[in-house]
């Protein structure tokens, strides 16, 4: 066990759905990460937080968004969903500058 | 611009033979360099970081600044290495934590 918690595990929606995930940190990280893993596009970066704030973003959609919360947990709202948007959702979450840890992650599955 | 390579999406060796997985990075400064491993789209693991110099399962990596490379190596493959292996990068503090394409490991009897 990492840790990282990471909230549902599964979720099947419809397009043009609205949804959250969830990710809870591992107590003390303050670093928090975001990873789409499709079968056909790897892992790819998504955006950062860093105690609250924005630290850095990738390749996320202008359809999805994220925030981090004061006690450090994070959510990720993907809007608009599309069939394309089905994948692995990972977090991940570290104390910079250690190693990040990963969570289980949400099976997103748009239908 | 900050990229890691991985250009083998599958690697499959025999039982008790030689493995290197291939890693090379682009990144203007000092970055930090990981490799994780997932075993059937599970949770990844952090394997070895280059900063430790540690081996993890047999595993080792060296990070060679000259050719920008950061490949995983060990010397006798075993079935329960079999699983995805991802080369990861950041910048100081942890900053962008990016990775790789991942390369499939195959090891069979």
């Known amino acids: 066990d990492s840790g990282v918690t990471q909230t549902p595990k599964h979720l099947i929606t419809a397009t043009g759905q609205r949804v959250t995930l969830r990710c809870s940190p591992r107590s003390g990280d303050l670093s928090v990460y975001w990873y789409q893993q499709s079968l056909d596009q790897g892992l790819q970066f998504l955006i950062q937080y860093y105690n609250g704030e924005e630290r850095a973003k990738g390749n996320i959609l202008e359809r999805f968004s994220a925030q981090q919360f004061p006690d450090l947990h994070s959510e990720l709202n993907l809007s608009s969903l599309e069939l394309g948007d089905s994948a692995l959702y990972f977090c991940?979450?570290?104390?910079?500058?250690?190693?990040?840890?990963f969570g289980s992650g949400t099976r997103l599955t748009v239908v | 611009a900050q990229r890691v390579t991985q250009p083998e999406k599958l690697l499959s060796v025999f039982k008790g033979a030689p493995v290197e997985l291939k890693c090379n990075y682009s990144?203007?400064?000092?970055?930090?360099l990981f490799w994780y491993v997932q075993y059937s789209r599970q949770r990844l693991q952090l394997l070895l970081r280059h900063i430790s110099r540690e081996s993890i399962k047999g595993f080792t990596a060296d990070l060679n600044k000259g050719e920008t490379s950061f490949h995983l190596k060990k010397p006798f493959a075993q079935e329960e290495d079999s699983a995805m292996y991802y080369c990861a990068l950041s910048g100081p503090g942890g900053n962008k934590l990016v990775f790789g394409a991942g390369t499939i490991l195959r090891v069979k009897s």
């Open positions: 991940a979450s570290s104390l910079p500058p250690s190693e990040a840890h």
């Open positions: 990144y203007s400064g000092s970055p930090e």
